[in-house]
């Protein structure tokens, strides 16, 4: 499914005012290349400046709404993130070896997304056009998997 730029225009301005983001410069970049992830924003808190990067290659999510809804709470989300981020670098260092700074930032970084994600689901149940919610990378394991047996 490729996603259209009217649309991607459209969701960004609807949800960068619905969750009170005017005050950020917002652009996005549609990437055209094989890309691990659907969505993605860049942002640089100082100048009050982020980036959507939304693939539109080969999305492995099909309701763009949500997808930008997710990305766009990151960035609502961003100053806590990074506070808790850097709490836990100072408590557990960044050894990606040791078990315990592995297992408060896999915790942490799981944690956030799946906040982020019921958060996403909750604003497009309220106001999305399409409140249909995207299964699919589940759904392309389970195709997957029926093709092989």
Same mark, same amino acid.
């Given at each position: 499914m490729k996603f259209k730029e009217?649309?991607?225009k459209k969701y960004l301005t609807k949800w960068q005012d619905t969750l009170r983001l005017r005050d950020w410069d917002i652009k996005y970049e549609a990437v055209n290349k094989e890309w691990r992830k659907t969505g993605d924003i860049k942002i640089d808190a100082d100048d009050k400046k982020a980036i959507l990067l939304i693939n539109c290659f080969n999305p492995k999510q099909t309701n763009l709404e949500a997808l930008i809804i997710h990305e766009l709470l990151h960035l609502k989300l961003w100053g806590m993130d990074q506070m808790l981020e850097g709490l836990v670098y100072l408590?557990?260092?960044q050894d990606e070896e040791d078990p315990k700074f592995n297992f408060a930032y896999s915790r942490f970084m799981n944690l956030l997304e799946s906040t982020v994600e019921d958060l996403s689901k909750s604003f497009l149940k309220l106001d999305g056009e399409d409140k249909e919610i995207s299964f699919g990378?589940? #759904?392309? #394991?389970v195709d997957e998997e029926l093709k092989i047996k």
């Open positions: 009217e649309d991607i408590v557990f260092g990378r589940v #759904q392309k #394991q």
